[in-house]
């Protein structure tokens, strides 16, 4: 079957698909999916994938896409991250028989983007993009699709599209965002940049950015003339924003406790999500926010959700019959959450304490990373206090810290190369290259049959004896049968080199 193209791969691959779930780095997981797709998502992405990883790790193939395999899951678009033509091609390679559309992530704007090298911050290098673009068309059996961020200049970013569907991009989404508006400096998306590349384009064109319900997605259906509507933050706060609804926030918290318990995912995708839904009842009961960041099971997780709502019902019953104040609803309703400014966001920040905060206050003064927690459960004496540290001298070569024994007062890499260079010993590192060096020498002089013969002269007894010995050492041994052994099961006598050795033996 031909490879489905533009319009008409969106429009039956991916079932003229309006409301998207967009691809979320550990949030958009299978459990999350399904959640959406219950509550009118109708496409759904991975999370952002790292192509290198990928090809070279089967455990992260298998964790990440193999093992997610699920019916209900489709249509699917798989993300990839990549600045490689031919490493973005072999993880697609490996993951286009379980999904229906790769996608290439040129709209990250993170820091971790930026080192390295991918996302947002490939924007500038066209000739690079096409080539991936085009060799990715050329090789997979299904479409590719990029996701992208706008530049300040609408013209810019129109010729940008064009270039992208020009390398053979099926379908194209616009986050009306540069790449310097991330966290606090996000700001409002420009639908304007999108509904110019809309209009620019032959390709299907979705937009992302602005979107807290479902006014807004018909809103921007309706303004830009895209054929659908991505939904990331918006769609975290409330699953539910597809149908038009704004349920109690136990309703899809447990829902989603459920699904996780059938398709398991790690807690820490789990206890995000139910900080995002529990958002604003969270700043109403503090000691339960942070109870949910020090709880270390799923069924703690739930325990802690499952409290929030017997709190959230008592409140309900003594406010029977009253009205919301102030600009938000009710914060036992999934609602969206409106990012503050940089001024606001930091007097919030002063004011909440984070995840970290709460963990060191229950752990003491210091929070040990996991890889330390493991290590002090092999060693229970190990202790990770940088005042009790040893202090170290420093190598003068490299900087590491020298050996205390080296001969040469450098560290053991540095000293492995000038004692091989000069052949000296350091018994500090244990390296002795002049020790093994005597040593061979004084066995090779102690083995004097190993030396090269002393030239004979020609035609001498003892040379032609040892010709004679070595031609017939190298001739295949047969059995030679005596006059009485012909019978069966006779045994062989020795052959002509063993019966020429005993010759030469006598002529000696």
């Known amino acids: 079957m031909p490879k489905l193209q533009g319009f008409e791969f969106w429009s039956r691959t991916l079932r003229g698909a309006r409301h998207v779930v967009a691809p979320m780095v550990d949030q958009s997981e299978l459990a999350w999916r399904l959640l959406s797709r219950r509550h009118g998502a109708q496409l759904c992405y991975t999370p952002m994938l790292h192509a290198q990883v990928f090809v070279r790790d089967a455990n992260y193939r298998k964790e990440n896409l193999y093992c997610e395999v699920c019916p209900e899951d489709r249509p699917l678009i798989v993300q990839f991250c990549a600045n490689d033509p031919e490493v973005f091609v072999q993880a697609a390679l490996l993951a286009q028989d379980y999904c229906d559309a790769i996608d290439l992530n040129l709209g990250c704007p993170q820091m971790i983007a930026k080192r390295g090298h991918y996302g947002a911050f490939l924007q500038d290098e066209w000739d690079l993009l096409q080539r991936m673009i085009l060799l990715a068309h050329e090789k997979l059996s ?3 699709t990029c996701k992208i ?46 509904k110019a590349v809309r209009k620019a384009v032959a390709i299907p064109v979705f937009a992302n950015g602005n979107i807290q319900c479902l006014q807004d997605v018909e809103r921007c259906l309706r303004d830009t003339g895209v054929q659908g509507v991505m939904s990331a933050e918006g769609n975290l706060h409330n699953p539910a924003l597809f149908e038009g609804r704004s349920p109690a926030v136990w309703e899809l918290a447990e829902e989603y406790l459920d699904i996780v318990r059938e398709h398991p995912c790690p807690l820490s995708y789990v206890r995000a999500h139910l900080f995002k839904l529990w958002h604003h009842t969270l ?27 017997l709190r959230c019902q008592e409140e309900i019953s003594r406010q029977e019959g009253a009205k919301p104040t102030g600009d938000l609803p009710f914060h036992w309703i999934c609602q969206p959450y409106i990012r503050p400014g940089p001024r606001e ?32 459960l092999r060693n229970p004496h190990k202790t990770f206090d940088p005042s009790l540290k040893p202090k170290y001298a420093k190598c003068d070569q490299c900087g590491n810290p020298k050996g205390n024994r080296c001969v040469f007062s450098l560290c053991r890499g540095c000293c492995k190369k000038r004692a091989s260079k000069e052949t000296a010993d350091c018994p500090g590192h244990g390296l002795l290259f002049k020790t093994k060096l005597e040593k061979s020498l004084a066995w090779k002089e102690a083995q004097p049959e190993l030396q090269e013969p002393q030239p004979a002269a020609p035609g001498t007894p003892g040379n032609l004896l040892l010709l004679n010995v070595e031609r017939h050492a190298h001739a295949p041994l047969r059995p030679t049968l005596g006059p009485g052994d012909a019978a069966v099961g006779s045994r062989p006598q020795a052959g002509p080199a063993l019966s020429s050795a005993r010759v030469c033996k006598s002529e000696q």
């Open 345 to 376: 966001g930091s007097k919030e920040r002063a004011g909440a304490r984070s995840k970290r905060a709460l963990e060191e206050e229950e752990c003491g003064t210091e929070v040990l990373s996991k890889n330390k927690q493991k290590k002090q």
């Open 142 to 144: 299904v479409p590719v």
């Open 283 to 309: 700043q109403v009961y503090q000691q339960l926010r942070e109870e949910l960041a020090k709880v270390k099971t799923l069924e703690g997780i739930a325990a802690v959700s499952q409290e929030l709502k």
């Open 149 to 194: 961020r706008v530049f300040p200049e609408i013209d810019k970013t129109v010729r940008y599209a064009q270039m992208l569907e020009k390398a053979g991009c099926q379908l194209l989404t616009v986050h009306g965002r540069t790449k310097e508006q991330k966290g606090p400096l996000s700001g409002a998306a420009s639908w304007e940049h999108i």
